[in-house]
């Protein structure tokens, strides 16, 4: 059974950085895409980063694309979204999400990945 938990969220000002967590339990973390999508209120889901399964390859949304960073540690079975120059807009709560089955095309596609964590929330102040 797979399990999703992430931490890490918080309430930030302009221009600060921040990094998430995600700690995934029951993933063989290699042969899964993992990814980071977050939703602001009234908005809907929206693709952020992922790392694609076994190639190790990374994705981002044009909106974060150059801010921030995915990333994973194996051993701790551990994926972080380090998130630099953060703007209000980037207020949302943020959600890891895993998938083993993924075909590349659908990747930033909310509603194809089967295994959600609870969110955490990221407040930026301006």
Aim: hydrophobic letters at 35%; charged letters at 20%.
């Amino acid at each position: 059974q797979v399990q999703l938990v992430e931490s890490g969220g918080g309430l930030v000002q302009s221009g600060d950085s921040l990094r998430l967590s995600c700690v995934a339990s029951g993933v063989t973390s290699t042969s899964y895409t993992m990814a980071w999508f977050r939703q602001a209120p009234g908005k809907e889901r929206e693709f952020v980063a992922a790392l694609w399964r076994n190639t190790g390859r990374t994705y981002y949304g044009d909106s974060v694309k150059g801010r921030f960073a995915i990333s994973k540690d194996n051993a701790k079975s551990t994926v972080y979204l380090e998130m630099n120059s953060l703007k209000p807009e980037d207020t949302a709560v943020y959600y890891c999400a895993a998938d083993p089955n993924l075909i590349l095309s659908t990747m930033t596609t909310s509603r194809q990945y089967k295994n959600w964590g609870p969110g955490t929330q990221v407040t930026v102040s301006s």
